[in-house]
């Protein structure tokens, strides 16, 4: 499963936060990994870097599935880490849902 992140210019792609990005969303979608061709995270403050806000983190994961068209989640929060694990749990509760139906209908 090929992981590429993509960030806006209030967040920096750093190597560790690369890295962190690459090992989260392997290990917790390996579960799913057969299915999955890639995943793209999407990484921004949605106020910048100058003001603060509670939850202007943002997380958008979207994962491209054999068979479907791309499932992409968000997910807010306060810090860059957790809009990560927050849009990791949503994506995979969204592929349980969606690969589920699926082997529902064989």
Do not use: W
């Amino acid at each position: 499963m090929q992981i590429q992140l993509r960030t806006d210019n209030n967040v920096a792609a750093t190597a560790g936060l690369t890295d962190h990005v690459e090992t989260t969303i392997s290990t917790g979608l390996t579960r799913f990994s057969g299915d999955i061709t890639g995943v793209e995270v999407h990484l921004g403050d949605e106020n910048s870097a100058e003001k603060s806000g509670s939850d202007d983190k943002r997380c958008v994961i979207k994962a491209l599935v054999s068979g479907y068209a791309p499932l992409v989640v968000t997910h807010h929060a306060p810090t860059v880490h957790q809009a990560i694990d927050g849009g990791l749990d949503r994506m995979k509760s969204l592929l349980e849902r969606t690969l589920d139906r699926r082997k529902d209908h064989r």
